[in-house]
């Protein structure tokens, strides 16, 4: 008999809704696993970071309870969110894996000149902002994590995107042109999903 798979969570970004998986979720169907999808309102990057994080923390426990170990692939802004919970709420002690794409998890320059005042969570993205620079200073909580990136060296939403990674873990670029393309396009759903389903 298969050993069950352990859940996936997928967390989205930036403008976007649980609708930007739907080629993932689709490919994935043959392998029955099973999917969290949360909807995490942002307000067009108003709603700081960290209160993403809370509430993505709060839909994990209620579908899988406190303890059931998981694996978490945050794509843009979703992989910078998922790191808040990995890091400062505690998800690290439950999380297998953890896929970013697309990430800015050192920044992005296309967020340096958004004021905080009117969109914190656009602000947590700049290049050297408060939470990133405390989210990098100390990567202890991922080390007992399988982590891997994947970025596109052309995204203009994450810039430079070749900066799009984890500061652990293994890193892959992507030969994709677009930001979107990282969970959209054959080739870059092929490569996630086999990380996906590794054992």
């Known amino acids: 008999m298969d050993k069950p798979r352990r859940p996936l969570v997928l967390v989205h970004g930036l403008w976007d809704t649980p609708h930007l998986f739907r080629r993932l ?5 043959q392998h029955q696993l099973p999917l969290q999808i949360p909807h995490l309102p942002h307000r067009l990057g108003a709603v700081p970071l960290s209160k993403l994080a809370e509430t993505l923390d709060q839909l994990i ?25 990995l890091q400062q709420l505690g998800g690290s002690r439950r999380t297998h894996r953890f896929l970013s794409v ?51 060296r052309w995204d203009v939403m994450v810039v430079p995107g070749w900066q799009a990674v984890l500061p652990v873990g293994e890193q892959q670029a992507v030969p994709v042109i677009t930001h979107q393309q990282l969970m959209s ?7 996630v999903i086999s990380k996906l389903l590794s054992n």
């Open 25 to 29: 979720v689709k490919a994935l169907e």
């Open 61 to 85: 426990v209620e579908q899988w309870g406190a303890e059931t170990v998981i694996d978490v692939l945050g794509f843009s802004m979703g992989g910078v969110i998922s790191r808040i919970w």
């Open 102 to 152: 697309g990430s800015p998890q050192r920044g992005t320059l296309t967020a340096q000149w958004i004021p905080a005042c009117l969109f914190a969570g656009l602000a947590d993205m700049k290049r050297g902002s408060p939470l990133l620079r405390k989210l990098n200073g100390d990567v202890s909580a991922l080390e007992d994590i399988e982590c891997s990136s994947y970025f596109c």
């Open 185 to 191: 396009h054959p080739l870059a759903l092929k490569l």
